[in-house]
């Protein structure tokens, strides 16, 4: 039996707390064995938390399990003792780069396993073992090794720091409480890191859902570039096909024109040749008549004379040269003239049209939302720059030389006719188009409208499909010394606020919000909406007789 024992590797029953033999031997349900008393020890260390786990493979139970004693490890660690041998330790279980080693242990040290707040020291299993079974040390406080121990002593008192200043915010010795922190609002380092503790759930909890909602506007992004590929792949088929047809339209026209042409060039050509063909038999004729004549011209009879010369027939009538109609080449060129005058209208359509074809899509707002604004100055950091477009302006509008500023007046302007152009109501809207978020102010007199629409509301008219608020394409605020009113889609709403010559209106486009203010020294919020927009924006202004409002730099 001896012989057999001798054949055993004592490592094999070392414990990886104390690295000795074990003792008491006791085996985790993950099947790892112990002393009992490190285990329990190890265990104790973790009451706190109510989770206790195996030091080997981390394993954890709930709740601390009963420990049993391993009989059969038992009998062989016995055996191992009669015979003399002593478990030597495993090679990883010494220190080595990065690990905290055993304060106690000369020439090649061990790792540690705890470290002592109190003796600023860390102990590996064996050097343990008297902070583990002697009561001498039962108010040590082990904690995980550790190479900063010096970090959690005071400089000052050369005292472990276990208490906290609220006042001060920082970590301090019992020393220090009664010393130059006296009177301040002063707490164990426990109570501290419990209240920290939760603070960090918290926060933790927070960040958990602020990555939960990334992950929603991720899934909303890719949602969005799907749509927008799919989009635009179709409008790039339909844009194709419909200008394959203009070409096809254009393609006709000018293969009609240049049939017209050769039918044209053809006829006239033939007529003329006709004409050619008279002329060189009438020539024909009248040569053979003169040679008729002069040798009628040679007879000396005088009787004979006479009666060849009347009995000649008379020469058919040709009409003189001067008659003859000769067509001048302008048709030609009326029609290369009218061929030109085509193509610079198409172009100018095009030029106009522009616009509408290619809406900008610069400022499309995928970005992740922004905070809220809770000041002027907050707001005025969304401020652009806004400029009105006289080719929306009424001819009763005057715009300032920035074109800012709109004034009414009675004096027609000479404003060239223009599709975007209001035609009765004096209303203009601004060249820039909006999305994202935008805040701009305008301060006025009189009586206005502020607004917003869409780039394809009606011009032309005095309907109520051209006038700001009165449509589903606008909404504006009506401002006069009586009062606010709000239109959109002709529902009319009693404003209340306090009255200022400087509005502030506020736009969120990607969160369908719309906000009035009064601005005079504070902002005071008049009205808001909340709908949905589906196409960007363009500021409006409307003036009566005598008003003026002007958009202002900020």
Not at 116 to 132: E, F, I, K, N
Not at 195 to 221: G, W
Not at 260 to 272: G, I, K, M, N, P
């Amino acid at each position: 039996m001896a012989q057999s024992a001798a054949q055993l590797d004592p490592k094999t029953f070392s414990s990886c707390l104390c690295l000795d033999l074990l003792k008491d031997p006791v085996t985790t349900s993950c099947g790892h064995s112990y002393c009992r008393k490190c285990l329990q020890h190890h265990w104790d260390a973790e009451e706190q938390r109510r989770v206790y786990s195996c030091p080997q493979c981390r394993k954890t139970f709930t709740p601390r399990p009963v420990l049993e004693r391993s009989t059969m490890l038992a009998a062989l660690v016995e055996t191992l003792e009669k015979t003399g041998l002593q478990a030597a330790p495993a090679d990883h279980c010494y220190a080595g780069a990065g690990d905290v080693a055993c304060d106690v242990c000369t020439g090649r040290k061990l790792k540690a396993l705890k470290s002592c707040l109190v003796c600023r020291a860390s102990y590996c299993g064996s050097h343990l073992q008297p902070h583990l079974q002697s009561s001498t040390f039962k108010k040590h406080k082990l904690v995980e090794p550790s190479q900063q121990l010096q970090e959690n002593i005071c400089p000052r008192h050369d005292e472990v720091m276990k208490m906290f200043c609220r006042t001060d915010q920082q970590i301090i010795c019992y020393l220090c409480s009664v010393e130059e922190h006296q009177g301040h609002h002063i707490v164990s380092a426990a109570a501290e890191r419990t209240e920290r503790q939760r603070e960090l759930e918290e926060t933790r909890q927070k960040i958990q859902q602020k990555v939960q909602q990334r992950e929603e506007d991720l899934r909303v992004l890719q949602k969005q570039v799907k749509s927008i590929d799919s989009s635009a792949d179709k409008a790039v088929k339909d844009s194709d096909y419909v200008f394959t047809q203009m070409i096809r339209v254009l393609q006709k026209r000018r293969s009609e024109v240049q049939q017209q042409l050769r039918s044209t060039q053809e006829a006239e050509v033939r007529r003329v040749k006709e004409l050619q063909k008279k002329l060189k038999q009438e020539m024909t004729e009248l040569k053979r008549r003169d040679a008729q004549l002069e040798k009628i011209s040679h007879t000396l009879d005088h009787s004979q004379f006479l009666h060849n010369f009347s009995s000649l027939p008379a020469l058919s009538s040709s009409p003189d040269s001067s008659s003859l109609e000769i067509r001048p080449l302008r048709y030609f060129e009326d029609v290369t003239a009218n061929v030109t005058k085509l193509r610079d209208e198409i172009k100018k359509v095009l030029m106009e049209t522009q616009t509408n074809i290619s809406w900008p899509v610069s400022n499309v707002d995928v970005l992740l939302p922004e905070p809220e604004p809770r000041s002027r100055e907050d707001f005025l950091r969304y401020s652009p720059q806004i400029t009105l477009d006289p080719n929306t302006a009424h001819k009763h509008l005057l715009l300032s030389e920035e074109k800012r500023k709109v004034t009414y007046i009675e004096e027609v302007q000479s404003y060239c006719n223009h599709p975007d152009r209001f035609t009765d109501r004096q209303q203009v809207l601004s060249r820039e188009s909006l999305t994202g978020r935008c805040y701009w102010e305008v301060e006025w007199r009189g009586m206005v409208r502020v607004a917003v629409a869409y780039r394809n509301i009606s011009r032309a008219g005095g309907s109520e499909e051209c006038g700001f608020g009165y449509n589903d394409k606008s909404w504006s605020l009506y401002c006069s010394s009586s009062g606010y009113l709000f239109h959109h889609n002709n529902i009319r709403t009693d404003v209340s606020g306090p009255q200022s010559s400087r509005l502030g209106v506020s736009l969120d486009h990607r969160a369908g919000l719309l906000s009035f203010y009064s601005v005079s020294g504070t902002m005071k919020l008049l009205h808001r909406v909340q709908t949905s927009f589906t196409q960007p924006l363009h500021v409006g202004l409307a003036a009566s007789l005598n008003s003026s409002a002007e958009l202002m730099k900020v």
